[in-house]
């Protein structure tokens, strides 16, 4: 999951360097509603981004919204918000400062039941004295239970 900044403010978060190394993880629930046009779910989030040696951590809460095309591929739009934890730096920016809102969409499609893979993007905007934001594209692949 790379780490794209798209605009930086005083860099309080990070600089305009590009991060290839970085990794997530989700856990999320959606309805499986056939009569509705879009399926709602929640979603917890969590990232980790090595930046030069500058190591960040994420947490975040995402409310889904699942379209699905066909029996085997669906779109995710995700809205949510999160923390941001920079490692070696706790003291610097105050609470406020490391709350982010982001934004997605991904392309899902159902490999063989009941592992899919997904790709798409996300964009994150993050809430420093001088505002900043980046955007994350990403590739996975989940287990449907």
Known sequence: MPFIPVYEGESEIFDNTLSLTGAAVRFGI??????LAF???????????SIDTDQTIT???NFLA???????????????AGYTI???RETEASAAQRIHTNLGV??????????FI??????????????SGCLRPWIGVGFRF
């Open 30 to 35: 959606v309805s499986e509603n056939p009569f």
């Open 39 to 49: 399926n709602p779910g929640l979603e917890i989030a969590g990232s980790w981004y």
């Open 59 to 61: 947490a975040g809460l």
């Open 66 to 80: 699942q379209k699905r095309l066909t029996d085997t591929v669906a779109l995710n739009f995700r809205l949510g």
């Open 86 to 88: 920079l490692l070696g």
């Open 106 to 115: 991904s392309f899902l499609w159902m490999a063989f039941d009941p592992v």
């Open 118 to 131: 997904e790709a798409g993007f996300d964009y994150a905007h993050y809430f420093t004295n001088s505002v």
